[in-house]
């Protein structure tokens, strides 16, 4: 077991002083005693019949040292109490009513300012009475009660833009100056609330929330002593948590053959029109709505991803008009709502008769033929009818030119 305690560290130093965490005897038989490790200051209070109060006590140079209590009230009482993280102080105790100190006894004034005891000046001890028969105690309020932070707001998710309202609550014997609202890690309070009258509770508000604005949330409060003008800041409250949505715009485009031109689709022919978003959510949707000149037409897909597609599978005059896209989250009973997207212009077009492409051509190619076939034929006949007169020609140079023998006697 002593093996086992020496690897413990025998000291914590908390906030600038030492604590003893434990003096008694290991089942040995060996003394175990917990001292500090450093010369300090360190301030405790010893032999309090409850917490935060008893003997003022200040370890200096390796030892225990008591305070005389001539000329003390809540001014060092309060220096005291806030050293050693118990509130401010609520009386001083004169004539060793702790108990009788050993070792050394000083004698101090603080002017309710210092942070610790030990910065508080010291006065050359000239009063033969000064001994531990006078060795002062304090109690002390008690460390500040802890605030209760709750959301006024019945959800937890909000949109950007809107106004969450929180609720700091703590039951104090102080007078509280101010509560102040925190976002987690960040050092300066976003709300601050000042009060002119004692109240329990304040209403703290963000307005104009943002996406930076997500996160966890605690209240703190602060008051003053009788004797100090510095605030004394109370612990942290609980922490509540927030989720900021900003939906993006959706985009939108169409999916139609490639024949027909940008912002039409053939009429007859199928389309697809695609929604999507750059964050997605769960428990999102799809709303895909038309505009046209006879009314409103709105249909919505789940968005099982960052985007869905919406099928028309015969384009007709009902399909024309203006498309618009939104993206819609339901959580935490909210539904939160994108702004649309820019319009998508479709019109509908009749395709192109069949007889313009392939009739024609057909026509023409068979036009062209005909033509070609009829010339042919009459070259042929030309050159039929040519042979004949011809013939006819040369039979009658032959018989213009027939010469006739005579016999001559």
Same mark, same amino acid.
């Given at each position: 077991?002593?093996?086992?305690?020496?690897?413990?560290?025998?000291?914590?130093?908390?906030?600038?002083?030492?604590?003893?965490?434990?003096?008694?005897?290991?089942? &040995?038989?060996?003394?175990?005693?917990?001292?500090?490790?450093?010369?300090?200051?360190?301030?405790?209070?010893?032999?309090?019949?409850?917490?935060?109060?008893?003997?003022? $006590?200040?370890?200096?140079?390796?030892?225990?040292?008591?305070?005389?209590?001539?000329?003390?009230?809540?001014?060092?009482?309060?220096?005291?109490?806030?050293?050693?993280?118990?509130?401010?102080?609520?009386?001083?105790?004169?004539?060793?009513?702790?108990?009788?100190?050993?070792?050394?006894?000083?004698?101090?004034?603080?002017?309710?300012?210092?942070?610790?005891?030990?910065?508080?000046?010291?006065?050359?001890?000239?009063?033969?009475?000064?001994? #531990?028969?006078?060795?002062?105690?304090?109690?002390?309020?008690?460390?500040?009660? =802890?605030? @209760?932070?709750?959301?006024?707001?019945? #959800?937890?998710?909000?949109?950007?833009?809107?106004?969450? #309202?929180?609720?700091?609550? =703590?039951?104090? &014997? #102080?007078?509280?100056?101010?509560?102040?609202?925190?976002? +987690?890690?960040?050092?300066?309070?976003?709300?601050?609330?000042?009060?002119?009258?004692?109240?329990? %509770?304040? &209403?703290?508000?963000?307005?104009?929330?943002?996406?930076?604005?997500?996160?966890?949330?605690?209240?703190?409060?602060? *008051?003053?002593?009788?004797?100090?003008?510095?605030?004394?800041?109370?612990?942290?409250?609980?922490?509540?948590?927030? @989720?900021?949505?900003?939906?993006?715009?959706? &985009?939108?485009?169409?999916?139609?053959?490639?024949?027909?031109?940008?912002?039409? =689709?053939?009429?007859?022919?199928?389309?697809?029109?695609?929604?999507?978003?750059?964050?997605?959510?769960?428990?999102?949707?799809?709303?895909?709505?038309?505009?046209?000149?006879?009314?409103?037409?709105?249909?919505?897909?789940?968005?099982?991803?960052?985007?869905?597609?919406?099928?028309?599978?015969?384009?007709?005059?009902?399909?024309?008009?203006?498309?618009?896209?939104?993206?819609?989250?339901?959580?935490?009973?909210?539904?939160?709502? %994108?702004?649309?997207?820019?319009?998508?212009?479709?019109?509908?077009?009749?395709?192109?008769?069949?007889?313009?492409?392939?009739?024609?051509?057909?026509?023409?190619?068979?036009?062209? *033929?005909?033509?070609?076939?009829?010339?042919?034929?009459?070259?042929?006949?030309?050159?039929?009818?040519?042979?004949?007169?011809?013939? $006819?020609?040369?039979?009658?140079?032959? =018989?213009?030119?027939?010469?006739?023998?005579?016999?001559? +006697?």
């Amino acid at each position: 077991m002593v093996t086992k305690m020496r690897t413990i560290l025998l000291v914590l130093t908390t906030l600038g002083y030492a604590v003893i965490i434990w003096d008694g005897v290991s089942a &040995e038989g060996e003394s175990l005693r917990l001292i500090p490790s450093e010369e300090g200051p360190f301030t405790r209070l010893v032999n309090g019949n409850r917490l935060c109060s008893g003997r003022v $006590e200040l370890f200096r140079k390796y030892q225990w040292v008591t305070f005389c209590d001539f000329g003390w009230d809540l001014r060092e009482a309060d220096v005291v109490c806030q050293d050693v993280g118990c509130g401010l102080g609520k009386n001083v105790v004169y004539g060793a009513a702790f108990g009788r100190g050993t070792g050394n006894i000083r004698v101090v004034q603080c002017g309710g300012q210092e942070a610790s005891l030990g910065l508080c000046p010291n006065i050359p001890n000239s009063d033969p009475s000064c001994t #531990h028969g006078r060795d002062v105690g304090v109690e002390c309020t008690g460390p500040p009660a =802890v605030p @209760t932070l709750s959301l006024l707001s019945p #959800h937890y998710m909000f949109s950007v833009g809107e106004t969450v #309202h929180f609720s700091c609550y =703590v039951l104090s &014997e #102080h007078h509280i100056s101010d509560f102040n609202l925190y976002k +987690k890690g960040v050092t300066s309070p976003l709300v601050t609330q000042r009060l002119a009258t004692a109240k329990a %509770s304040v &209403e703290l508000t963000l307005s104009n929330l943002d996406t930076a604005q997500q996160g966890g949330y605690s209240c703190q409060y602060r *008051f003053r002593g009788a004797s100090t003008s510095s605030f004394i800041s109370s612990p942290l409250s609980n922490y509540i948590y927030i @989720t900021v949505v900003d939906l993006f715009t959706p &985009e939108n485009w169409y999916n139609t053959s490639m024949e027909t031109p940008a912002g039409s =689709v053939l009429r007859g022919h199928s389309f697809n029109i695609t929604c999507s978003t750059q964050q997605p959510y769960p428990g999102g949707s799809f709303q895909l709505r038309l505009v046209r000149s006879n009314g409103t037409v709105s249909q919505w897909l789940p968005a099982l991803t960052s985007f869905a597609t919406f099928t028309f599978p015969d384009a007709q005059n009902s399909n024309e008009g203006y498309y618009y896209c939104r993206y819609k989250v339901q959580q935490s009973g909210r539904i939160f709502m %994108s702004r649309e997207s820019q319009p998508l212009p479709i019109s509908v077009i009749d395709p192109d008769p069949l007889v313009s492409r392939v009739v024609i051509s057909w026509i023409v190619s068979a036009v062209t *033929f005909l033509v070609a076939l009829v010339s042919l034929v009459v070259i042929m006949h030309w050159k039929r009818e040519k042979k004949p007169l011809e013939l $006819e020609r040369k039979t009658r140079t032959c =018989v213009d030119n027939t010469y006739v023998a005579v016999a001559l +006697k």
